[in-house]
């Protein structure tokens, strides 16, 4: 029933932008903390970033921390992930997930969607 669908991956040059979305259904939108993470060839899942429910409080991972925004729209019941200034190793599988802000560990996930950037 909990659904999240990412968006808007593709391929890029170095240096372009991106923006990823993720609309979620069969939740409470604004009672969950939603994340990006990504999943590179050959490497283990890692962190991107993360924001709460008011758009108070993010985080960044320090490898994309200043090239990338994460933002909520939650009448949309959306969550955005602006990549600026890409490097060729940025090139992950994407994917969002939902936490219950209450909680520790992210318990929906999306599908995923590919972005690629060429040197």
């Known amino acids: 029933q909990v659904q999240l669908v990412e968006s808007g991956g593709g391929l890029v040059q170095a240096g372009g932008s991106l923006r990823l979305s993720c609309t979620v259904s069969?939740?409470?939108?604004?009672?969950?903390?939603m994340g990006w993470f990504r999943q590179a060839p050959g490497k283990e899942r890692e962190f991107v970033a993360a924001?709460?429910?008011?758009?108070?409080?993010?985080s960044y991972a320090d490898s994309v921390k200043g090239r990338f925004t994460i933002s909520r729209d939650n009448a949309k019941k959306t969550v955005y992930l602006q990549m600026n200034s890409l490097k060729p190793e940025d090139t992950a599988v994407y994917y969002c997930a939902t936490r219950l802000v209450t909680d520790d560990t992210y318990d929906y996930w999306g599908q995923g969607t590919q972005v690629t950037v060429s040197s």
């Open positions: 924001i709460n429910w008011s758009g108070g409080y993010t």
């Open positions: 069969g939740l409470t939108f604004s009672n969950y903390v």
